[in-house]
């Protein structure tokens, strides 16, 4: 029995949206989908009675607040996602990462959603080299997408109420396949130049990532929506895998796509510098004393699930396409 009926999920049509949705209608919620769909929709199963598209913009809070109306819970997925893009233009990331967070918040909950779900980023930790990063590690934001990320957090707390329940997720890197793909995260980029050039450029390679399999990522949104209120009220979750170095991701890579493709013969790594210095070692043990959640895929699972989408060709065109890069999509239809 769901303890919940009807999910709005922003950002629905985004890189994870696009694995999350299809299973929240297989799990038998009805689900309303409000994106500026940047990236399109044809991915989505739109023949399923189940599924809603609203082409909106969460700036529009009166659109949103439409949107809410009926709704139980909502995931707050949408954002100018990573920090590169804001090499865009700042405002429109301001506008959108944390101008219009908390009115949307308070328009979910005067609709009377009974619970938010806020998709946070590990980023927000920036470089640290303590051995486990909790959550009550210190926020030293590199950029501004981890600087609003972590802004954010506290302005959907100070709303939550009996009937509201609000908690923060801190994903670690996403990685793996899904219907909008993106080619621009790291095991994803390094799978792809593995495959299609023959060799992985490195940049830097010191820096450890936490990285998460994208169908994790599901599964606990998932969780989300059926988790008592009490164990999830107020509270903020990393959710990581595998604590990696950039260097140790490559090796992986190179390991799994000789074995995936060993007509391509050996893949060579190449070191390049870098200016992306971010560092951190996420500690997920939270989320597991709380829930019992775990992830149950490693990042070999995430580029053998890559590596099977290009011997399907499911991802064409990988390096000319701007429709797996937030950025050159964002760049190419001039988004404001």
Not at 45 to 52: C, F, M, Q, V, Y
Not at 71 to 79: K, Y
């Amino acid at each position: 029995m769901l303890q919940f009926k009807k999910i709005l999920v922003t950002g629905g049509s985004g890189y994870v949206g696009s694995r999350l949705v299809p299973e929240l209608l297989d799990d038998g919620y009805e689900v309303t989908v409000y994106d500026a769909m940047y990236f399109g929709n044809d991915f989505l199963p739109k023949d399923n009675p189940n599924l809603t598209l609203i082409e909106g913009d969460i700036r529009d809070t009166a659109s949103l607040a439409k949107a809410c109306e009926g709704m139980d819970a909502v995931l707050s997925l949408a954002c100018i996602s990573n920090d590169a893009s804001f090499v865009l233009n700042e405002q429109l990331s301001t506008s959108v990462n944390l101008d219009a967070f908390e009115p949307m918040v308070v328009a979910a909950k005067n609709a009377g959603v009974k619970r938010f779900v806020y998709c946070s980023s590990s980023s927000v930790y920036g470089v640290s080299d303590a051995p486990e990063v909790t959550e009550e590690h210190p926020l030293v934001p590199l950029t501004l997408y981890n600087k609003y990320k972590g802004m954010c957090e506290p302005r959907l707390f100070k709303h939550m109420a009996d009937d509201f329940t609000c908690v923060a997720i801190r994903p670690a890197t996403v990685c793996g396949y899904a219907p909008r793909c993106r080619l621009d995260l790291s095991v994803n980029i390094l799978t792809n130049h593995a495959i299609n050039n023959g060799v992985i450029t490195v940049f830097g390679g010191d820096q450890k990532r936490p990285n998460l399999y994208v169908g994790d990522m599901c599964s606990l949104y998932r969780l989300m929506l059926s988790a008592p209120a009490e164990k999830i009220q107020g509270e903020i979750f990393n959710a990581g895998y595998q604590n990696q170095t950039i260097m140790e991701i490559a090796q992986i890579v190179k390991k799994v796509v000789e074995e995936e493709f060993p007509e391509k013969g050996e893949i060579g790594i190449k070191v390049t510098e870098t200016d992306d210095n971010r560092s951190y070692h996420i500690n997920s043990d939270k989320i597991f004393k709380t829930l019992g959640y775990k992830p149950q895929h490693s990042i070999e699972d995430a580029v053998r699930s890559l590596c099977q989408a290009f011997r399907e060709d499911k991802l064409p065109k990988s390096f000319d396409n701007d429709w797996y890069y937030n950025v050159r999509t964002m760049q190419a239809i001039n988004a404001t």
